[in-house]
């Protein structure tokens, strides 16, 4: 195994361990909100700056890389992609925070209805995250595909979610700032499922050379 | 002036006119809402597929100037934030979409109130990607630390428009889903200054070498 190989199995392994920080992130975050838990959820919020120091490092990394082994075809584009899904990785890591954060202002208020929709999102969307890590190293573009058809099932959830809690809204004006609260987090999970399925994307366009866009791949 | 300069120049027009086409897509979506004009949302909507094949050209051409230029130190890391820079372009120009959308579809029904505060939100939010990207071409950080420091005055907004539709809610449960499609689209354009926040940190870090967060920039 030449450097290089050594150096990209590291850089591999480096990211790998980025995406699991951040899906125990998720998980946390939900955990806080279904348990009311603040101080899980303030633990949460502490820990992100393990997630903001690997994407720095990640960074540097594949400059260094770039700069010193001036890498061509398949390698670069793994490199420049890689470049890319850290950036994800990380907003994803701030998605979790703003759930924390609003699992906090809902803890001080009493629950409004236990929670079944969004478990099941957040559950999905960690899912997505963990398959599309998966297809970037092993660069497979099948589970990317897949990963990119099950966003429609988080869109699906948001939509009912928020329908649910309208109802709420309109039942009891006390439920409002509640209700509003949660259609957020949902909000936060959905965009958490985005991030993946942009990172399938890339994956698809790093292996296959060509764009997709979640709307074609329907 | 050597081809590689040429190139670069290149480049660097090509996001901008990017950004410009975003900066319409942003405007045009307020516009149309505002106007309660729906042809002039699904116009954005079709237009949007020209920023990105922007955001697929730029990203081919910044590939194959690291292969066939080896770009060094300041070079290189012009070129690698190009690309990450781009997929934020391009996720503003989904958000503009995501705002027509729901002005489509708040004009299907009565209008709940004049918008006053989304479009001061919008103009604040226009502002910031202009200047971020002439941060960016100019490498200018000054620009960039401004358009940082804007972000709080667009999630200050963000939180008004939060509690006064709670207001409406509250009193009138046939303004919930109206009030609840509004707060999306503020925090929509929450977002689309979050990406220009994050351009802005990038260009830092480009310039300066430092990775920079919203909250230790205040």
């Not at 759930?99 to 202002?105: F, K, L, T, V, Y």
Request: one cysteine or more; glycine letters at 2%.
């Amino acid at each position: 195994m030449s450097i290089f190989d050594e150096e990209l199995r590291n850089l591999k392994e480096r990211i790998l361990k980025m995406g699991l920080l951040v899906e125990a992130a998720i998980r946390d975050s939900i955990k806080s909100l279904v348990d009311r838990d603040p101080d899980l959820a303030g633990e949460v919020i502490k820990r992100d700056h393990q997630i903001n120091a690997l994407d720095v490092e990640i960074d540097e990394e594949c400059i260094r890389l770039l700069a010193i082994r001036q890498p061509k075809a398949g390698d670069l584009r793994f490199i420049t992609t890689a470049m890319k899904i850290t950036t994800d990785l990380e907003r994803m890591g701030d998605l979790a925070e703003d759930i924390c954060e609003r699992a906090i202002e809902l803890n001080e208020e009493p629950p409004l209805k236990p929670y079944i929709d969004i478990p099941r999102m957040a559950e999905i969307a960690q899912g997505m995250l963990i398959d599309v890590l998966d297809a970037f190293v092993r660069k497979d573009t099948s589970v990317a595909y897949d990963v990119i058809h099950r966003d429609d099932e988080v869109d699906n959830l948001t939509v009912q979610i928020f329908n649910e809690l309208v109802f709420f809204m309109i039942q009891d004006p006390r439920a409002v700032s509640r209700a509003v609260k949660i259609t957020y987090i949902a909000k936060y999970l959905e965009r958490i499922a985005d991030h993946a399925t942009n990172i399938a994307e890339m994956v698809v366009y790093m292996v296959e050379g060509r764009m997709i866009r979640h709307t074609e791949a329907k």
